[in-house]
């Protein structure tokens, strides 16, 4: 056959792969993708490393539903969970769940695929439009005698209902988008806007080789030609070196090795893995594993709801955002110095793992861990490593590899290495203890790299050692001078949310050699003005990872960068361009839509804005950002009566959340109906007692109803929360004067006197 031939040919055997996945049998398409070969290339070379790797969670990550890949009791069981109830059965060889469906009755579901396997194992359902839906009750993998071997709710206390996005139907729980890239190789979501609907194709269910080693096309043909050793890289088109751990060795007097390369000899090692041991989200298509890992992805930064004030792991967020804190990181320890590269198993049991680097004699003793040797306190990770359980059964620890606090001991919802175990003898005793321990000092120094503390004092107003430097989230932090020895991402969460800094020092971390660092100052630069923003930011638009340039443009986009002209003009085109394609990208979500629309209106075009927020709520109607935004497009545009039933509707859905109740309130009082607004604006105020600005609008409202006593109540109640906000003290100014309480007014006046100069 000639080769134009094959082309076609392939081509077309492709295509029909392809479609495969919206076929009756939903079996998702295997497809070609350029240089990938998939892991049964590997296997008659590398026979032991395909050992190890074919009964590991990446192997196993997800596999066609069948007897060998199947843990969960399809035996016609009967699982009920708050009223809902679901049956789980077998049928001519196949998996059937029978449960609620999309619209609340009781249908018969095929499973297409097993996704996980320890120590929870989910199963997948194929729905219409090329949609794999993970279904939200589980297989509990774990052996029985530490609970396992039963169905559970992986939501105990309030499990979805059919229409809500965390449904096992709703977009929460779509696979294409959430789960597919980091449990298949090379995926290619393949989404189409207009029909709402996927075309997604991989290489290879499960995490296969090509995953972490890139396309393996070249290196069989390397094997094949007999080359040996002349062609270092083997065939691929990267060295293969990025891929190695650096050796660490004891230095004579040195209780801790050091690289011997230097520290951080290897920082690509670990990028292999971030990509799926992070929350983050995708810049391309198609993430490459040759390339540096803030090419590929966005990752979420040290947020609140993610993280704690010090950084510890707080939502579900993997890895990533906790080892990168670490020492261990900065000095050039990368994933695999812990955990086997094929099995993912760790390399040594126990304290051995730690002693590799630490030496037994200094910190295996009960002199460094005091407690009884053997003990679970006296375990490395039990102080160094405390963990939080995910999903009902994943227990994961955090990787900040950190010495533990007197700052950290209490704090709720947080991995707490000593109340863990000693929780009978309460906090007060623990952090007695712990700055005995410390032989009366409150905290270990060298817990002074991780960036906590200054990451803690940012959000709590405070500059790092205790002093008051403002109110939470506007501290101002001399960044560059002495807080240079924090974690690079601890540095860009400040940076990225909010944290006043001179231009000087923003200058600094513009040139910072931390990719991570100019992240967050690319962030920054909305809140700049727009000539100082431009000016700043025009050597980001042309930085060296997609991720700091996409994160300039996003920022720049509209006044700024008007102000560009020459070679930075060229550079915002072309990092806004890769900006947009991101976005599109994730056009299957509602808050792409929302973020297209707010550059679109930054760029003056209010039609384009609403065409974008309409996508929105074409894909989720009940997506309250997209609800809010055009409501405040058509308040802008003078059309509350556009904008009401949007209001309501999202208040509705919503009604644990303050800002729509504020928003249809202020929309009643540019109506007239400042009485009707009183109610609303007490709802958004109780929803966000903290939220000052809740609280003021609360307070004027009643005021203007004849009720300022209860409107001074409110204040007074708010200024608990934010006693330092100068708005609330007007405020109150404002209420006592109208009362004719002039004692109240002349506090208050003196108090807010106080304020402005600093006392």
Known sequence: MSYGKARVWGALLRL?????????????????????????????????????????????????????????????????????????????????????????????????????????????????????????VAWDARPRAAGGQRWYSLYPDDPPRPGEST????????????????????????????????????????????????????????????????????????????????????????SIAEPLGGAGAAPQAGEVCFGCHSRR??????????????????????????????????????????????????????????????????????????????QAGSYDVRAHHRHRPDSEGAACVSCHMPGKTYMGVDFRRDHRLAVPRVEEVGVAGAPDACMSCHADRGVPWVRVALTKWRGGRASARSQTWSGAEFLAAWRHGRQPGGTAGGTAGGSSIAMPTALTAAAAIARASALSAGARVSLQALGQTISDPDPLVRLGAARSLVALPAAEAARLGAMLLDDSRRAVRVEAARSLVGPAAA?????????????????????????????????????????????????????????????????????????????????????????????????????????????????????????????????????????????ETGRGRQGLMVIDAARVHAPDDAALLRTRILLARGLGLDDEVRVSQRELQRLAEGR
């Open 563 to 703: 102000q560009l002209v020459g070679i930075s003009r060229g550079h915002f085109e072309r990092a806004f361009a890769e900006l947009m394609a991101v976005e599109q990208l994730a056009a299957d979500r509602p808050e792409s839509h929302v973020n297209r629309a707010q550059i679109e209106l930054r760029l003056g075009k209010p039609q384009q804005a609403e065409a974008a927020l309409r996508d929105a709520l074409r894909l989720a109607p009940t997506h309250v950002p997209a609800l809010l935004n055009l409501a405040d497009l058509y308040r802008l545009a003078r059309r509350d009566s556009d904008a009401e039933p949007l209001l309501r509707h999202a208040a509705e859905v919503a009604p644990a959340l303050a800002e729509p109740s504020h928003a249809l309130g202020l929309l009643l009082v540019r109506q007239g109906k400042v009485e009707e607004s009183v109610g609303w604006f007490e709802k958004a105020h109780r929803a966000a007692p903290a939220q000052p600005q809740h609280a003021r609008v609360f307070a004027l409202a009643l005021h």
């Open 281 to 358: 989200q995708e810049l391309v298509a198609d993430p490459d594993p040759r390339v540096p890992f803030l090419d590929n992805y966005l990752p979420s930064l040290l947020e609140p709801g993610l993280y704690h004030g010090d950084g510890r792991i707080d939502g579900e967020v993997f890895e990533y955002g906790s080892f990168v804190q670490s020492a261990m990181y900065r000095a050039g320890v990368t994933c695999t110095h812990c955990h086997d590269s094929h099995s993912a198993a760790l390399r040594l049991q126990g304290n051995a793992l730690c002693t590799q680097c630490h």
């Open 167 to 254: 449904h096992w139907s709703g977009r929460e729980q779509n696979w294409n988008f959430m789960c597919a890239s980091c449990h298949s190789t090379a995926v290619r979501k393949h989404y189409d806007l207009a029909t709402d609907s996927y075309l997604t194709s991989s290489v290879e269910s499960g995490v296969g080789c090509e995953a972490c080693h890139g396309p393996g096309a070249g290196h069989l043909r390397w094997a094949a030609s007999g080359a040996g050793k002349a062609d270092a890289s083997r065939g691929f088109d990267h060295s293969i070196e990025r891929l190695r751990r650096p050796a660490f060795a004891f230095r004579s007097g040195r």
């Open 16 to 136: 029909w792969l392809v479609l495969l996945c919206c076929g009756a049998g939903y079996k998702l398409a295997l497809a070609t993708a350029e240089g990938y070969v998939g892991s049964g290339g590997c296997v008659s070379c590398h026979v032991a490393q395909a050992g190890a790797w074919q009964g590991s969670n990446h192997a196993l990550a997800m596999k066609h539903a069948g007897p060998q890949s199947v843990l969960g009791d399809f035996a016609d069981v009967r699982f009920e969970h708050h009223g809902q109830v679901t049956r789980f059965l077998r049928r001519e060889g196949r998996y059937i769940i029978r449960t609620d469906g999309p619209d609340g009755r009781q249908q018969d579901f095929e499973v297409a695929y097993t996704f996980g396997v320890f120590p929870l194992q989910q199963y997948l359902i194929a729905m219409p439009g090329g949609r794999l839906q993970a279904f939200g």
